[in-house]
C-alpha cells in the first residue's frame, strides 16, 4: 500500500575509495538525451552513478513513462543508485480524493506527465468529466512496478560519512525530518541554506536560478559553503541541460563536469567579437520583471529594466502585459562571443537576433552568423 507521506528514506553507504562517482539530476523525461550523456562520460560498470531524483515529468509525449521504466530496470544494478525527487512523487499526489481538482489541472492544463502517457498507453480518454477514481484505480493496478519502484526510492543517501546526496536539500543532516517531501522540494536552496557539515549535493532548482548577472546553467560548486548545485534546468528553462557532476574517486575528491543538451548543434564559421556589457543583467526564470519597451525590431523588443535601469534586447514572446504594465519573465543582456570552429547550441533561431549557448552560457548572437554565406 502506497503511503500518502512518504517517511524518509534514508541510505548510509560505505564505498570502494578508489571507483568513480558520478552524479547527475533533474533529467525530466529526457532519455536520449541522458543516454548520450553516459556515452559522452564512458559510463561503465566500475561507475558508481547516482540518479539525484526528477527522473521523469515534463518530458515528450511518452517519454517520462518510458524514463522511469527505464530507471527501474537501472536502478537493478549494484553500482546505480536512483533518488526520489518531488516530481518522481506524482502519482502519490494523486491519490487522494481532495487532489482531484489538482489532478484535472495537471492532466488536462500543464500536460507533459507519465500520467499523460498512462493514460495514452491505456487509451483511457482524459476529460474534465472523466471518473477520476476509476482511472486511479486503474493506474494502480496495471502499473503497480512503477509505484513500487517510486515507493522504494532514497531520498537522503549519505556516501562514506563525506558526501550528502538530497533532490531538493537538507538544513542539518543530523536532524533529518520525519517526512521526504521538504527535502525534496526545497526552493533556493543554496541561497538559503547555511554551510553544511558535509559536502551536500542537491538538484532541483535551476543553477540559473541562482543568477542575477549571466544565464548559465553549469553546476555550482561551493567548497566553502560545502554545497554543490546541479540542476541544468533541462526541459525547464529554456537553454537547459543535464549535468554529469563526476568524482574522481574519494581519496582524490577531485571533481569535473560535462553537460549534454537536446539542441540542435552549430559548427560556427566566423569569429564573432562582443564587448562585455558594463551592467550584466539575467532575468532568471519565471520571475517577473517590469519593464518599458523603448522600441521593436522583428522578432526582439529593447527594454528597459525599471528596476535597474539596464537596457537589453529580449525576445518578444518572453514579454507580456498585465493591467496595462509590461513584464519580461526571460532574458539576458550578454551577447556570446564565438570563435570560428566553436559548437554552439541554437536555443531559438530567430530575427535580428538568435539565442545561442556556449559552454554552459546563454546569451544572444546576430542570425547572419549561424547562416554559412553572408
Request: net charge negative; proline share 2%; aromatic share 14%.
Amino acid at each position: 500500500m502506497i503511503e500518502l507521506k512518504k517517511k524518509t528514506k534514508v541510505r548510509k553507504l560505505n564505498l570502494d575509495l578508489n571507483r568513480r562517482l558520478i552524479f547527475v539530476s533533474d533529467m525530466h523525461g529526457d532519455l536520449i538525451t541522458f543516454k548520450e550523456g553516459l556515452e559522452e562520460i564512458k559510463f561503465n560498470d566500475n561507475d558508481y552513478l547516482f540518479v539525484i531524483g526528477d527522473m521523469y515529468e515534463k518530458g515528450d509525449l511518452t517519454y517520462n513513462l518510458k524514463t522511469a521504466r527505464y530507471f527501474e530496470e537501472l536502478n537493478k544494478k549494484e553500482n546505480v543508485f536512483c533518488m526520489s525527487g518531488n516530481c518522481d512523487e506524482v502519482l502519490r499526489f494523486i491519490l487522494p480524493k481532495e487532489a482531484h481538482k489538482d489532478f484535472l489541472y495537471y492532466t488536462l492544463v500543464r500536460q507533459r506527465s507519465i500520467i499523460n502517457d498512462m493514460a495514452l498507453e491505456m487509451r483511457y480518454p482524459l476529460g474534465k468529466d472523466m471518473d477520476v477514481d476509476d482511472f486511479v484505480k486503474k493506474i494502480q493496478d496495471k502499473y503497480k512496478d512503477i509505484y513500487e519502484f517510486m515507493d522504494s526510492l532514497d531520498d537522503v543517501i549519505i556516501i562514506n560519512d563525506k558526501i550528502v546526496l538530497v533532490h531538493g536539500g537538507i538544513d542539518d543532516i543530523s536532524n533529518i525530518p520525519e517526512y521526504a517531501l521538504p527535502l525534496l522540494k526545497y526552493d533556493n536552496y543554496y541561497n538559503v541554506s547555511k554551510p553544511q557539515k558535509l559536502l551536500t549535493i542537491v538538484g532541483h532548482y535551476p543553477t540559473r536560478n541562482y543568477r542575477s548577472d549571466v544565464a548559465c546553467q553549469n553546476p555550482i560548486l561551493d567548497f566553502k559553503k560545502k554545497i554543490f548545485s546541479i540542476d541544468g534546468g533541462n526541459h525547464l528553462v529554456k537553454g537547459g541541460q543535464i549535468n554529469f557532476l563526476m568524482l574522481d574517486n574519494l581519496n582524490s575528491m577531485k571533481f569535473s563536469y560535462l553537460y549534454v543538451d537536446h539542441y540542435e548543434k552549430h559548427v560556427m564559421n566566423y569569429t564573432v567579437s562582443y564587448d562585455e556589457p558594463e551592467d550584466k543583467i539575467n532575468f532568471t526564470y519565471g520571475s517577473q520583471n517590469e519593464i518599458e519597451i523603448l522600441e521593436t525590431d522583428l522578432d526582439f523588443y529593447y527594454v528597459k529594466d525599471l528596476r535597474t535601469k539596464i537596457r537589453m534586447w529580449v525576445q518578444s514572446a518572453n514579454v507580456f502585459e498585465n493591467d496595462g504594465k509590461f513584464y519580461c519573465y526571460e532574458g539576458s543582456n550578454t551577447f556570446l562571443s564565438v570563435i570560428k570552429g566553436d559548437v554552439v547550441s541554437i536555443i531559438k533561431r530567430a530575427k535580428p537576433y538568435s539565442v545561442i549557448k556556449k559552454n554552459g552560457y546563454v546569451g544572444l548572437i546576430e542570425t547572419k552568423y549561424l547562416e554559412y554565406d553572408l
